[in-house]
């Protein structure tokens, strides 16, 4: 009787540790321009777990990079421990790796795909992105923040014959690098934010 108690104990602890797994991750979603590049600086952070590119906050079903996207944002979803870095961190995170006061775009690429979002999922997040923006506007009184904080909508990984654009900067090291050489993004970054910037 005692093994068998035992066995049903294990199995519930075992069944335990698996739902409480399964909370342990959170996900955010935010725009800002290519997404190769965001992929790159987001799982380089302590804490991200997974980094996926896609499209967001369009009408469109089902947006595909060379064809139909518009309204969507170029974007990514990134998957992470709150354990180890908190909404705030992501936020952080965010602002340093972006030129918030570009309305055209991001770096050189321009046009409405690549501007910058926050994507927030409820009323917590919107409170702590308001704050950080806030924060970004007291610290550049001179310059426009542009980037928007929006509600989240479907977010659409790339898939299928454009997989190939899912970790990128992996893949094709060479290539990547220099596209974000070329489109002079980590020098608009440290010229913007310094020592903070986190290329």
């Given amino acids: 009787m ?34 190769w590049c965001m992929e790159s600086d987001f799982e380089k952070l302590s804490g991200v777990t997974t980094v996926v590119s896609g499209f967001t906050g369009g009408k469109i079903k089902n947006p595909t990079y060379n064809g139909n996207h518009i309204g969507h944002y170029e974007a990514v979803e990134i998957t992470y421990d709150p354990s180890i870095v908190s909404y705030q961190g992501i936020l952080n995170h965010y602002w340093v790796n972006i030129d918030p006061f570009d309305a055209k775009g991001q770096f050189c690429d321009k046009g409405p795909s690549y501007l910058s979002a926050i994507f927030v999922d409820n009323a917590q997040e919107r409170k702590l992105a308001e704050k950080s923006k806030a924060a970004v506007k007291a610290e550049f009184p001179n310059q426009t923040v542009v980037t928007p904080i929006l509600n ?14 899912q970790d990128y900067y992996k ?10 050489w070329r489109c002079g993004r980590d020098s608009r970054l440290e010229e913007i934010w310094g020592d903070r910037a986190t290329h």
Wanted: aromatic letters at 16%; charged letters at 15%; hydrophobic letters at 35%.
């Fill in 171 to 180: 893949n094709n090291p060479i290539r990547y690098n220099t596209y974000r």
């Fill in 152 to 165: 989240t909508s479907t977010f659409y990984p790339i898939k299928g014959e454009e997989s190939y654009h």
């Fill in 2 to 35: 005692k093994k068998i108690l035992g066995l049903v104990l294990a199995s519930s602890v075992l069944l335990y540790a698996s739902f409480g797994h399964a909370d342990e991750t959170a996900k955010a979603v935010f725009a800002g321009g290519c997404f």
